[in-house]
């Protein structure tokens, strides 16, 4: 596995480095030899962030944890990354998708699902054009964490969310 580690407001030792490769390296039997997995380090207002993404074939593994030492968040994010992995897995095998980007032996190894994923509501409401601009205002009005809506500048459906800091972020497909 390739390892692209890097650090915002933090200096990358060696031990850190290590702590990192050493933990997330348990992840290799899961991977093919030139999977790369980047790793964001920060430190902001004292908490200790590290962001995992590992992008294979179709999708993003991601994981990001937060805690008052950065040991114990890197010790965090590699338990989520291995559930996450699970389910996937399940996914794949039950989709007969083609599993490129994973070592066989893992694809074969059976897991215990510890926490089927179950969409327990649905809804359904009328989409209707609006700006970026008003579907925050929306959002907050209806007192949600996020928001779909049709953008009217450009046609098409996007998301609206309340980012961690207060601000807003905006998801679009890509073209």
């Known amino acids: 596995m390739n390892f692209v580690i890097s650090g915002k407001n933090i200096e990358i030792t060696e031990r850190l480095r290590r ?11 899961y991977f093919k030899p030139d999977t790369q997995i980047i790793v964001t380090l920060s430190v902001e207002k004292g908490r200790q962030k590290i962001e995992v993404t590992i992008p294979v074939k179709g999708t ?19 338990a989520v990354i291995e559930r996450q992995l699970r389910r996937y897995k399940t996914k794949l095998v039950d989709r007969y998708q083609s599993g490129s980007g994973f070592q066989p032996e893992y694809l074969e190894e059976d897991f215990d699902e510890d926490g089927d994923v179950q969409i327990i509501r649905s809804k359904k409401f009328d989409i209707k054009p609006m700006y970026p601009e ?31 800091d207060g601000a807003y972020g905006m998801i679009e497909p890509e073209t």
Do not use: P, W
């Open 19 to 29: 702590q990192v490769e050493e933990k997330l390296g348990k992840l290799e039997r």
């Open 60 to 78: 993003m593994i991601r994981s990001e944890q937060v805690s008052e030492d950065m040991y114990m968040s890197i010790d965090l994010v590699e």
């Open 134 to 164: 008003d579907a925050c205002i929306q959002m907050e009005l209806l007192g949600h964490s996020f928001f779909v809506f049709v953008n009217a500048e450009t046609g098409e459906t996007n998301v609206v969310y309340k980012r961690k």
